[in-house]
Each structure stands twice: as structure tokens, then as C-alpha cells.
């Protein structure tokens, strides 16, 4: 079974960086597309960044530019670093793991980013 556990959230002045991480485990790591989403309240659950099995990467628009996805092999992690963060970027960031694109795949519980002055 999956596991994923999200890491790295925090509070954040406008403008700075964070770099959150998803180790996952009980997975063969490397054939699978890891995706990040976020959730605001009141908002539905977004694609932030993907990467896929052959290390293709995408972003949202409202991202692109400023936050960066990759893979640790060696260590079944991927990370989400974040830069010029806004405050329109607090959240709970969520990893999604699968191994088609078709399926639902496997959550972590996520882990909140808090954006303000």
C-alpha cells in the first residue's frame, strides 16, 4: 500500500520560499506521476505541479515561473520549491501519487502553507 507523507509547510512572509516534501513509501518510485494540489477554504482542490515517469513536468499558470517539482530517487521524495510566494498561495498542499493517469492513485494528508505580513 501507498503511503505519502507531506512535510514542509509553514508560515511565510510575502515573497519567500518554502520547500515542502512527499516521501513516499510502499511504492515502486520513479514509474508513477506524483502531483501536487492545493485546497483554499471556500476553493476546490487545484493542480499545482506534476511530474510524470519520465520526469516531465507541468505547472499551473498561476505558479509557473515561481515553483519547482522534482524527484530525489534515492530517497522516494519529491519536492515542491516554492519562491516569491503570494499570499494567494496559502493553502493545504496535498500529494498525489499514481501510476496511470486513470486512476484515483494515493493522498497524503497534506500540509498547510501560510502566506502573510
Known amino acids: 500500500q501507498v503511503q505519502l507523507v507531506e512535510s514542509g509547510g509553514g508560515l511565510v512572509q510575502p515573497g519567500g520560499s518554502l520547500t515542502l516534501s512527499c516521501a513516499a513509501s510502499g511504492s515502486v518510485f520513479g514509474i508513477d506521476f506524483i502531483t501536487w494540489y492545493r485546497q483554499s477554504p471556500g476553493k476546490e482542490r487545484e493542480l499545482v505541479a506534476r511530474?510524470?515517469?519520465?520526469?516531465?513536468?507541468n505547472y499551473a499558470d498561476s505558479v509557473k515561473g515561481r515553483f519547482t517539482i522534482s524527484r530525489d530517487y534515492a530517497k522516494n521524495t519529491v519536492y515542491l520549491l516554492m519562491n516569491s510566494l503570494k499570499l494567494e498561495d496559502t493553502a493545504v498542499y496535498y500529494c498525489?501519487?499514481?501510476?496511470?493517469?486513470?486512476?484515483?492513485?494515493?493522498w497524503g494528508r497534506g500540509t498547510q502553507v501560510t502566506v502573510s505580513s
Open positions: 498525489n501519487q499514481k501510476y496511470r493517469e486513470i486512476d484515483a492513485g494515493s
Open positions: 511530474i510524470t515517469p519520465g520526469g516531465d513536468t
